[in-house]
């Protein structure tokens, strides 16, 4: 099948021209591309050129930001740990031995080729995680000594005897030789003696065990702690016990009630501390004249 094309020649005059369907149909397909394309190029005029997307930079060996935050903040906590540690050491008395502190300074050897790292997904591989951990097993440790040492220390001293057994009374008589209130001769006096009404209530000095409470003729009712390290108190003169023997007291505990019994003038407390079993002054011991 063909088609007759009447066209224009060169020299004006009108001509006939046969055209094939396989020309035709080329012709055609080239006309289509060419307004397709067209369309492309006034579509694109139009739009304006795309957008271009940043392109993330990575880093293979870059680690990732959350967990530097987690290994920055746990830096902070140990730093202020070892810092509470070495106060509180400094206050309390309490150092670590030559020999640890070396084998904490101590490094085991390492070595080998000097190689690129490696990226590890999701984990700061960069940082020593193995450091931090020895670093934090140690404050542990340090702390721990240090709160067994406090604990002990504070036992310690609950069990000194250093707490006014009557809270504001008057001291009447000092520890020493005085002039006996019956003969009027020269004698020593074994403690220091309060005045105080009858009934008011007489404490512990420190903590202990009640080794004594009865009756002695020349101290009456009377209570005796012992507090450890050879140190024992007396309560003497009291017109009721509170405690009995073998019984635990905390310090502050109350333990009798004040009164006048065995060879004694009037209402008073008579307060002696024996180291040894050898009578000593008392106010070595008491923090604050009562």
Do not use: C
Request: glycine content about 12%; overall charge positive.
């Amino acid at each position: 099948m063909s088609f007759v094309m009447i066209a224009a020649g060169r020299n004006g005059r009108p001509g006939v021209r046969t055209l094939s369907l396989g020309q035709v149909a080329a012709g055609g397909a080239v006309a289509a591309g060419a307004l397709m394309l067209a369309g492309i190029a006034v579509g694109y005029w139009l739009a304006g050129p795309p957008a271009t997307q940043p392109v993330a930079e990575t880093n293979p060996i870059d680690p990732n930001p959350a967990a530097l935050a987690q290994f920055g903040s746990i830096s902070g906590r140990l730093f202020r740990l070892e810092s509470q540690a070495v106060q509180l050491s400094k206050r309390i008395g309490v150092l670590l031995k030559d020999d640890d502190a070396a084998k904490a300074a101590k490094k085991p050897g390492s070595g080998g080729p000097m190689l690129p790292p490696r990226a590890a997904a999701g984990t700061a591989d960069m940082i020593d995680v193995a450091l931090l951990e020895a670093q934090l097993a140690s404050v542990e440790q340090q702390m721990a000594r240090l709160s067994d040492a406090t604990a002990h220390r504070s036992l310690n001293f609950m069990r000194v005897p250093s707490r006014a057994p009557i809270a504001g009374a008057e001291l009447g008589s000092s520890f020493g030789n005085r002039r006996d209130p019956f003969t009027g001769r020269r004698a020593f006096h074994a403690g220091l003696d309060f005045a105080a009404d009858s009934g008011t209530t007489i404490r512990a000095a420190g903590g202990g065990e009640v080794v004594f409470a009865g009756y002695r003729p020349d101290y009456g009712r009377s209570v005796d702690i012992e507090h450890g390290n050879g140190l024992t108190t007396r309560y003497a003169h009291a017109s009721r016990l509170l405690v009995k023997r073998g019984a635990i007291v905390a310090p502050g505990e109350p333990i009798a009630m004040v009164g006048s019994t065995g060879r004694s003038t009037g209402p008073h407390l008579h307060f002696e501390v024996l180291r040894r079993g050898e009578a000593v002054d008392p106010m070595q011991y008491l923090v604050a004249h009562p």
